[in-house]
């Protein structure tokens, strides 16, 4: 078995891919070639139910169809955008350069043209998503009073009285540093135990008991109820505390 994807040096492993595509049997193919890579697929039909996917799952990068019933992909596009910089490859059945520049333009990372090679738009994702942890990687990441630094392994709290370092063991470090790339995006614990245990500790119980200390870390140094439980489900953590 391979060496496990680590926070330090992030990778595409368990990447949630949202496919927004009204000809189910495009969905299907796309879907089945990117969870042969790996990746964790859902699905949509129309715009309005790829936006609630987009709101809820705060997938990892999107598939979106342009020409979809009701909104189309160019307003659904736009919508996303408002939201955040989510990584948005847009399909078309139509290879005229406006519409490759129009979707471009309106904030699109990359395009491919039907008929296509799923292949093709695997390589895409990869592509898009590398370039993606490339911009993310080793940054400093702020979520609300965290201030996470990935290269030393270092979390501060902004309390009233100051900042507070947190004396994280480096498991819980990966995994709020993991969840701080995505925020407000609930995680399953299976996904953690693969992007942020030990080989050594791969069981959903052994997350628990580090979600645990990590929440009580946190509450003691004045960040309580940013990392939340999501009943069967897994954890999410919020830009807000208190």
Partial sequence: ?????????????NALILIIEDEPEIAEIIGTYLSREGFRVVTAGDGTVGLAHHQRLRPDLVVLDI?????????????????????VIMVTALAEDLDKLQALRIGADDYVVKPFNPLEVVARVKAVLR??????????????????????????????????VLGLTRTEFRILAYMALRIGRVFERSELVDACLPEGEALDRTVDSHVSNLRRKLAAAGADGMLVGVRGVGYRLDNTHG
């Avoid at 709290?157 to 507070?164: I, L, N, Y």
Wanted: no cysteine.
């Fill in 67 to 87: 020409k979809l019933p009701g909104q189309d992909g160019y307003e659904v596009l736009a919508a996303i955008r408002r939201r955040g910089d989510t990584p």
């Fill in 1 to 13: 078995m391979g060496e496990k994807p680590k926070i330090e040096n992030m990778s595409m492993n």
């Fill in 131 to 164: 370039r993606t942890i490339a911009r993310d990687d080793g940054q400093m990441l702020r979520v609300g009073p965290l201030t996470i630094d990935p290269q030393a392994y270092r979390v501060e709290v902004e309390s009233a009285a100051g900042p507070v």
